[in-house]
C-alpha cells in the first residue's frame, strides 16, 4: 500500500499505525504547497481534495480521512488491538475517541497552520482546545492510553495532533497525563521509526 503523507501531518498517525502493525507502506512525500510529490506526480490527480493522509490500496483504490485510514490499517491486524472487534462496545470508545481527536482537536489545530487566520479565530480555538484538553487529561488519569493499557489507532492519532500544539502556543504544561501519554507514545519504536522515515528525527 502507498501513503501519500505530509511530513508531521495527520498522516503521521496512519503510518504509526501501520508500523505498529507491521505494516510495509510505500512513502510517498507531498508537497503542501505545490500539490506535488517528491517524484514529480501531481497530488490532485490522486486525491483531487489536495489534502492527506490518502492510502491506496492494494487493488489501486484510495481511501482518506484519517481517523477512518488508521481504522482500516488496524484492521489488517485484529491481534494487534488497534481496533478492537466490530461490535464490541471497547471497539465504540476508539471510535468515540477518533471522532473526538478529529472534530474537537484536529480542525481547531488547523488554523493555526493556515496562512492570514485572524488573532481573535485563534484565541477562541486555544480556549477551545484547553478545555477539550482537560477533557482528555481526565479520561487519561489512571491509564496508560486512552482505552487502557494498549495503544490503539486513536492514541496514534491523539498523539499525532497534540503534537501540534507547539505551533499553536497551546501550552500543555497544565496537563501531567497528557503529557505523561505524549512522552510514552514518543517512546515507542514505531513512533520512533514514522519520525525518521518522515524525516522529522
Ligand atoms: N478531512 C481530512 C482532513 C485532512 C487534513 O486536514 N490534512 C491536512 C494535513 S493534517 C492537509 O493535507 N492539508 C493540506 C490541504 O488541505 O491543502 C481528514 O480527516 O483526514
Given at each position: 500500500?502507498?501513503?501519500?503523507?505530509?511530513?508531521?501531518?495527520?498522516?503521521?498517525?496512519?503510518?504509526?499505525?501501520a508500523n505498529e502493525a507491521g505494516i510495509p507502506l510505500e512513502l510517498r512525500k507531498v508537497d503542501g504547497k505545490a500539490k506535488t510529490t517528491e517524484d514529480g506526480e501531481n497530488f490532485l490527480d490522486a486525491n483531487p481534495n489536495g489534502y492527506v493522509p490518502a492510502l491506496i490500496l492494494e487493488d489501486?483504490?484510495?481511501?482518506?480521512?484519517?481517523?477512518?485510514?488508521?481504522?482500516?490499517?488496524?484492521?489488517?491486524?485484529?491481534?494487534?488491538?488497534?481496533m478492537p472487534p466490530a461490535g464490541s462496545m471497547a471497539r465504540y470508545r476508539v471510535q468515540q475517541w477518533l471522532s473526538f481527536v478529529a472534530t474537537?482537536?484536529?480542525?481547531?489545530?488547523?488554523?493555526?497552520?493556515?496562512?492570514?487566520?485572524?488573532?481573535?479565530?485563534?484565541?477562541?480555538?486555544r480556549e477551545h482546545l484547553e478545555r477539550r484538553l482537560k477533557h482528555v487529561d481526565a479520561n487519561l488519569d489512571g491509564k496508560t492510553f486512552l482505552t487502557g493499557d494498549t495503544l490503539t489507532a486513536a492514541d496514534a492519532y491523539l498523539w499525532t495532533v497534540l503534537g501540534w500544539t507547539k505551533f499553536a502556543a497551546v501550552d500543555l504544561s497544565?496537563?501531567?497525563?497528557?503529557?505523561?501519554?505524549?512522552?510514552?507514545?514518543?517512546?515507542?519504536?514505531?513512533?520512533?521509526q514514522a519520525l525518521k522515515a518522515e524525516g522529522l528525527a
Open positions: 500500500m502507498k501513503l501519500y503523507y505530509m511530513p508531521g501531518a495527520c498522516s503521521l498517525a496512519p503510518h504509526i499505525v489501486g483504490d484510495m481511501l482518506t480521512e484519517a481517523s477512518v485510514v488508521v481504522q482500516y490499517l488496524a484492521d489488517r491486524k485484529p491481534d494487534t488491538g488497534l474537537e482537536l484536529h480542525k481547531s489545530l488547523g488554523v493555526f497552520f493556515k496562512p492570514g487566520t485572524p488573532e481573535e479565530t485563534k484565541a477562541a480555538n497544565p496537563f501531567a497525563n497528557v503529557q505523561r501519554f505524549m512522552a510514552t507514545v514518543a517512546a515507542r519504536p514505531a513512533v520512533v
